[in-house]
């Protein structure tokens, strides 16, 4: 199994940018997919979640101004980011839950996509 982040970048403040991130490879089913974030220096925390049943959880610091949504024909979930502020500026990981034959529910990260908002 392997999730395939893209869509990073750099963008001035008060831009936008969409990230998306796709599931391949042997799967039975997809629960929760999402994304996290780390900055330099810090932990990395949660942006936002959507679960299978199409609820979704945001963090309190991009609230109104994030959108996740997930298709579940394609396997992927995307994150659109408006009005990006320095404060963005981080390594977004992709996440998702997945039941795997054999070996049960199984937690999977992609391989992390740089965002950088400066002037």
């Known amino acids: 199994v392997q999730l395939q982040a893209s869509g990073g970048g750099l963008v001035q403040p008060g831009g936008s940018l969409r990230l998306s991130c796709a599931a391949s490879g042997t799967f039975t089913n997809i629960y929760n997919m999402g994304w996290h974030r780390q900055a330099p220096g810090k932990q990395r925390e949660l942006v936002a979640r959507?679960?299978?049943?199409?609820?979704?959880n945001y963090a309190d610091s991009v609230k109104g101004r994030f959108t996740a949504s997930r298709d579940n024909t394609e396997n992927t979930v995307y994150l659109k980011m408006d009005s990006l502020t320095p404060e963005d500026t981080a390594t977004y990981y992709c996440?998702?839950?997945?039941?795997?034959?054999?070996?049960?529910?199984?937690?999977?990260w992609g391989q992390g996509t740089l965002v950088t908002v400066s002037s």
């Open positions: 996440n998702a839950i997945l039941w795997v034959d054999r070996q049960g529910l199984r937690d999977y």
């Open positions: 959507v679960t299978s049943g199409g609820s979704i």
